[in-house]
Structure formats: structure tokens, C-alpha cells
């Protein structure tokens, strides 16, 4: 295999959108859908002591609520449907939307809080 990269060649958004090693960018980093892995499977950095918090929490609420509601009000003011339609319409796009934000985020904010040596390398 090829050498180890160092956590600022490891580009933060592969780590993010690839949910990979804030270290090396190879191995996983969740094993499951927002359980964080004991270690990478790759270079063995010790992933146990990550705490993201509420934080990838609160930019999905933030992200995901400004687009929905602009995205409602679009609607609305286009098509002006009944509200049964806003019923069904948004919580399907509010349930994918957040599966799909949580886990990049999450592992953003690890790999940032690696990057600022604020997890033990």
C-alpha cells in the first residue's frame, strides 16, 4: 500500500462526504449508520474518545430547515395546494434529508476536531 497521509494532507471533505479515518482517509468511520467505529480499520487510530455531541444535530436542523421551509413557501406561493399536500410532501423530504446530512456532518466534525488535536492522536 501507499504511505500514510498526515491528518492536513487528508482532505476534510473526503473524510466528510466519505465518512473515512480523519487520519489516514482509508478506513471507515462509523460502523454503523452514526455508531462510531473503536478504531480505523486501517492505520488503527483510536476512535473511542470522539465526541461530536449535538453539533451535526443542530447544522442538520439549521440546513434542513431553512431549505424546507423555502422550498414549502415556494410551493405555496406557486401552487398554493391544499395543506394535506404540505402534510405528505415535507416530512419524507424532512426523514432523507437528515439520514442523508447526520453522517458527513458528523464525521466532518470528528475529522475536525482531529485536525485541531482536540482527539488523542
Known amino acids: ?3 500514510t497521509l498526515t491528518a492536513s494532507e487528508v482532505s ?3 473524510v466528510a462526504f466519505l465518512c473515512r479515518c ?3 482517509g482509508r478506513g471507515k468511520l462509523f460502523k454503523g449508520l452514526l455508531d462510531v467505529a473503536e478504531r480505523c480499520d486501517a492505520c488503527g ?3 473511542s474518545a470522539q465526541d461530536a455531541g449535538d453539533g451535526p444535530a443542530v447544522f442538520v436542523i439549521l440546513i434542513l430547515g431553512a431549505v424546507v421551509v423555502g422550498l414549502a413557501i415556494l410551493v405555496e406561493a406557486k401552487l398554493g395546494p391544499p395543506l394535506w399536500v404540505h402534510a405528505v410532501l415535507w416530512p419524507p423530504v424532512i426523514v432523507v434529508g437528515a ?5 458527513p456532518l458528523k464525521a466532518g466534525l470528528i ?3 482531529y485536525r485541531h488535536r482536540l482527539l488523542q492522536r
Open 111 to 113: 475529522a475536525l476536531q
Open 12 to 14: 476534510l471533505l473526503t
Open 1 to 3: 500500500m501507499g504511505r
Open 45 to 47: 487510530l483510536d476512535l
Open 99 to 103: 439520514l442523508a446530512l447526520l453522517r
Open 22 to 24: 480523519p487520519r489516514c
